[in-house]
């Protein structure tokens, strides 16, 4: 018969090791496609998936590729981001082909006015946001 100790000991064990293993949030992949003015938008353009509600966890991130894709990622180098709803912010921007900066304009990282919001599920979420540039 096990005594009270060892089998607070043991289930003390366990829990850690849950802990440790990755009992971490539940992701739903996240990826699309940020285009300026129709067109895919230059590398390494941010974007950013906050959380509306705080409580079920940290911003996931993603940067455009050459073709204006992008995937974001959970901190702890986990692909995708918690369930539930979010703000999406994009940043950044480079010089094109003659030199002239293009930049993502600023309201669309307006934590005050968001302009994208986005559910993210279980399983496979994929999105496209239209950046308007001057």
């Known amino acids: ?7 607070v000991g043991t289930l003390a064990v366990v829990v850690m090791l849950g802990t440790v293993v990755g009992c971490g949030p539940n992701l739903g ?3 699309g496609d940020v285009t300026f003015n129709g067109e895919p938008a230059p590398a390494q353009v941010m974007v950013e998936f906050t959380p509306v509600d705080p409580s079920i ?3 996931a991130t993603g940067y455009t590729d050459d073709t204006g ?3 974001v990622a959970y901190p702890g180098r986990q692909l995708g981001a918690p369930l539930g709803e ?32 986005e559910t993210v ?9 239209d950046i308007e540039t001057p």
Do not use: C, Q, W
């Open 1 to 7: 018969m096990l005594n009270m100790r060892t089998l």
């Open 57 to 59: 966890g940290a911003t």
């Open 121 to 129: 599920v279980g399983g496979s979420n994929t999105f496209t946001f």
């Open 69 to 71: 894709h992008f995937r």
């Open 29 to 31: 992949t996240v990826e």
């Open 86 to 117: 979010y703000n999406v912010f994009i940043s950044g921007g480079e010089r094109d082909d003659e030199g002239t900066m293009v930049r993502v304009p600023g309201k669309y990282n307006d934590a005050e006015n968001p302009v994208f919001t």
